[in-house]
């Protein structure tokens, strides 16, 4: 009895120490996961995909409007309306002729002789119309020129000057530089070309 008492101390504190070794040399983080495996179960649920999220909406574009043209100044010399130049009819020289009957005797009823006729007018076969001057333009000047000149034989002009102006110092020139450019039929007197003075008056308006 003794003995077998012995002996089964013995076999009990022998296991005790095999278990306490077993447990010394298990490392301590593998009888974590043992007891909280065994504690603690885990599911694992799988989650749906997310839906991506909707696209941002583009803000609406700025339609640019149209910038308006603004109108353009206008020169003073394009602002004035086109001048208009007026060229009258010609003014026929006075040919009146003093009648004289002398002192002789009575002879009854005398019949005074018709006056020779008045030539005819002189017919311009090419006209430069006068270019307006730039600084009665610019003023909005009017006014006019009267020319006296003499008509070649074969129809030219010389010897132009100025005879009136209103108002002076605007017109003149550009009157005498358009006069000298015009050609007229020529004046035939008993068939042969001759010459002849002439007077034409020029007028420097513009529209309104």
């Known amino acids: 009895m003794r ?7 013995a076999l009990l504190v022998n296991f005790g120490l095999l278990k306490l ?28 995909p997310e839906e991506p999220p909707p696209p941002a909406e583009e803000p609406p574009s700025e339609v ?33 002729l003093p009648l004289d009957v002398g002192n002789g005797p009575y002879l009854g009823g005398f ?9 005819a007018e002189p017919v311009p076969l090419v ?3 006068p270019r307006y001057p730039r600084r009665a333009l610019l003023r909005r000047t009017e006014g006019h020129v009267v020319v006296q000149f003499t008509i070649d034989p074969d129809g030219g002009v010389s010897d132009p000057k100025v005879v009136e102006a209103e108002p002076k110092g605007f017109f003149e020139q550009a009157a005498l530089r358009a006069i000298r450019g015009w050609k007229f039929q ?9 010459a002849r003075s002439a007077t034409q008056t020029i007028r420097f308006s513009l529209k309104k």
């Open 3 to 9: 003995w077998g008492l012995a002996l089964l101390i």
């Open 21 to 48: 070794m077993q447990s010394m040399v298990t490392p301590d983080h593998q009888r974590g996961n043992t007891q909280l495996s065994k504690a603690l179960p885990i599911d694992f649920v799988r989650l749906p």
């Open 64 to 96: 640019e409007e149209p910038t308006p043209e603004l109108p353009r100044p206008m020169p003073a010399a394009a602002a004035a309306k086109n001048p208009q130049i007026e060229l009258p009819s010609w003014q026929a020289p006075n040919l009146a």
């Open 111 to 119: 019949a005074t002789p018709p006056p020779p006729p008045l030539p």
């Open 127 to 129: 006209r430069i119309p």
């Open 186 to 194: 020529p004046q035939l007197e008993n068939g042969v070309a001759v």
